[in-house]
């Protein structure tokens, strides 16, 4: 084999990157790590985690008003938005500090720079190339936005984890899980939210009793949901507020929005432009993926991608397993393939999401018979509280066999709860064992494990 300067040269330190070049490290590999920003990557520093403070700070807000029912007097309240800014953008370079010194600690070399391909084994960063015997890419995806008149004058999800100052009014132009997600955080903090779906409904790949209660509970948080309505232009009025053409499939139906911010969150592409992979023969797909094998191998045989710059499942936890199955491949001789099943995932909207496994539909077209189970009830902190929101479980059952193929809850604590199911799905729990699992109680988790009555055949919403 050739010499190299490094056995593995990764281009990207977000999770996946960081994971993938630490393991190797570990293993006895050189390993080098570009990064042309700070390193943690989308999921530390522009997603998940500072997101998920902007909705633990936004939640206080229904605290201190459902304190009163419990007894507690609680005096006027108000968020100092730049004061909360300053707090997590602190965390946020401690993440960053931390991150730094594990890639330290485990033997890697940091190269702060913009990576480019030169070749199946060469990579330039700020004029000086580097050579190695594998490339790994791991840039992760970035917000995509459509092109239309006034687009400048939008935010994406990057930008409004850094908003200067609160909106009184805010449009935000999407109906997945990033545009549902920042409706529940601003609403919360007073802001009067606009939510602009182009489609007929929130969360398109959801179960569908899953959307059609998320819509109905941000309906009663004051949220205004605009379904079927496309954006046509956006401009700066005199007054300095923005307006947002807004309408239907015919033009005449067309009229004015008028809002002091807006978000776009329709969606993220794979961050591979400008990379010079297309040049060496890397194939990408029409949105810009890379494509790779089951080992994650792309179409040139020195050169992997893992995470969402692969656009195959976008989720931290899964970016790091693939990192973790590419390198016991690469570097310990032991082949490993991505298990793809199973993967849990969260919406952290208000109320929030915890879904595992098939939705209704998926396992009614996979298994044609399944059986449905269905609680829908009043959270036990609601009945002194005296807000109007419900939580609904949902359990999908393979008729045949009674294998629990899918679990789904909209309610408080679900993404903790849905985790733990996670692993009864993947060990292949009937719907038998669930029914033979004592539940802790008094809880909302325990009716996972008490429902009993099927809903009709076939299912239908009800209400």
């Known amino acids: 084999m050739a010499e190299y300067d490094f056995d593995l040269f990764t281009i990207g330190a977000g999770s996946g990157g960081v994971r993938a070049s630490r393991m190797a490290a570990s293993m006895g590999a050189r390993v080098a790590v570009a990064e042309e920003s700070r390193v943690g990557g989308t999921c530390v520093l522009r997603g998940c985690v500072p997101k998920k403070l902007m909705v633990m700070a936004s939640h206080f807000a229904e605290d201190f ?11 006027p309240t108000s968020i100092d938005w730049p004061a909360f800014i300053a707090t997590k953008d602190k965390e946020l370079e401690r993440l960053n500090g931390i991150y730094i010194r594990l890639l330290r600690d485990a033997g890697v070399t940091l190269v702060e720079g913009r990576a480019v391909v030169i070749d199946d ?20 995806g970035w917000p995509s936005l459509p092109q239309i008149p006034g687009i400048e004058l939008a935010m994406t999800s990057n930008e409004i984890l850094d908003l200067p100052q609160l909106p009184k009014r805010l449009a935000i132009v999407g109906g997945g899980y990033i545009a549902v997600e920042f409706a529940g955080i601003f609403a919360a903090l007073g802001v009067a939210v606009t939510l602009v779906v182009r489609g007929d409904t929130l969360l398109r790949g959801f179960d569908q009793d899953l959307r059609t209660s998320l819509a109905e509970e941000m309906a009663k948080k004051g949220i205004t949901i605009l379904h079927e309505t496309k954006v046509g232009s956006i401009e700066r009025c005199a007054e300095g507020d923005l307006s947002l053409r807004i309408g239907g499939a015919l033009e005449t139906e067309a009229e004015d929005l008028r809002v002091d911010a807006v978000l776009y969150a329709t969606g993220r592409k794979a961050n591979t432009k400008g990379l010079g992979l297309p040049e060496i023969g890397v194939r990408l797909d029409e949105t810009g993926a890379i494509v790779v094998d089951q080992f994650s191998r792309s179409a040139v045989e020195s050169i992997y991608a893992v995470g969402d710059c692969t656009d195959r499942v976008n989720l931290t936890p899964v970016a790091i397993a693939e990192a973790r199955c590419l390198v016991e491949t690469l570097f310990n001789h032991n082949p490993t393939v991505m298990d ?44 002194l509280s005296g807000r109007d ?46 029914d033979a699992t004592i539940g802790i ?21 009800a209400r």
């Open 65 to 75: 008003a459902d304190a009163a029912g419990f007894g507690w007097s609680v005096g």
């Open 121 to 140: 084994n060469t990579v330039e960063v700020a004029g000086r190339r580097y050579t190695a015997h594998r490339i790994l890419i791991a840039t992760g």
């Open 340 to 383: 793809y099943t199973g993967i849990p995932s969260a919406v952290f909207s208000q109320p929030p999401i915890g879904t595992v496994g098939l939705t209704e539909a998926e396992a009614r077209k996979r298994y044609g018979e399944i059986d449905v189970y269905i609680s829908r009830f009043r959270p036990m902190r609601h009945t």
């Open 389 to 434: 929101e419900r939580t609904m479980m949902k359990l999908v059952v393979k008729r045949d066999d009674q294998t629990v193929v899918g679990c789904h809850m909209i309610g408080a604590d679900s993404p903790e709860i849905v985790q733990g199911l996670a692993v009864a799905l993947k060990c292949g729990a009937t719907k038998a064992q669930f």
């Open 441 to 461: 109680h008094p809880t909302a988790a325990e009716e996972f494990v008490t429902m009993r009555e099927k809903q009709p055949e076939p299912h239908a919403v």
